[in-house]
Structure formats: C-alpha cells, structure tokens
C-alpha cells in the first residue's frame, strides 16, 4: 500500500537552495524537495502539469482531467489532490465546481533547486 505524502507548508514560498549549496535547514528543504518530486513521479501528474503549463492561466476541472487522462474522476480526483498536496497545484472554488492551475513560481522554484552545484572546495564542473 503507497504511503501518504507528508503535509508541506505550501503556503510559504519554496525556498530550498540547489542541492550541493549550503542550506540553513538541509532536512526540511530535502522533505520539501522530495515531496514535490514524489507527487510528480507519476505519468498522469505529469501529464496534468504538462497539459496546464501550456499558458499561464490555464485551468482544469476534475471532469476535464479525467477526460484527459481516460480515468474516472475519482482516480482524476486522486491526481489533483496530490499534485495540490504538493504545492505544485493551486485550486479555485466557483460554486460547485473547482478549477485547479499550476502554480508556476512552484515549478520554476523546484527547477532551480535542481540545478546541482558542487560545495565542495574543488574545481568541479
């Protein structure tokens, strides 16, 4: 059975510096960075992040996201709730239905935590 994803703060800003930079509290930025990428190691996430990051703005419903997934919208329900978990997603309440988008300052801040850097006193490339 999967293991639930642990409960990030995604109200604060990801603040995480690259890996291999120093960092004031390197366990929390590594849960904060794990969670993220443990939510998007999944086809389906990756597809919805795909299908939203194609313009600012873009949202999307359950119905729609299983349409594009060609699952139910309780399994599409699964995907957004862990994709907003995450942080990676952002939903908009407009009477009965939720519209998600991505939260693009997330992606682009886990983008740049990616970019690995040597902290080491050598002449690494």
């Known amino acids: ?8 703060n995604t109200t604060a800003p990801m603040c995480c510096s690259p890996i291999g930079e120093h960092s004031e509290d390197p ?10 990428l443990k939510a998007l190691a999944d086809p389906s996430r990756v597809r919805i992040v795909q299908e939203l990051a194609c313009c600012e703005g873009h949202e999307m419903t359950t119905t729609e996201a299983g349409a594009l997934l ?15 978990q995450a942080g990676i997603l952002a939903p908009r309440r407009d009477a009965q239905k939720v519209y998600y988008h991505l939260d693009l300052g997330a992606l682009r801040q886990l983008g740049a935590v990616l970019q690995v850097r040597c902290s080491a006193n050598c002449h690494c490339s």
């Open 1 to 8: 059975m999967p293991r639930t994803l642990p409960i990030v």
């Open 70 to 84: 060609g699952v139910s919208e309780a399994t599409a329900n699964h995907h957004l709730k862990r994709l907003q």
């Open 27 to 36: 366990a929390a930025d590594a849960l904060q960075i794990a969670t993220r």
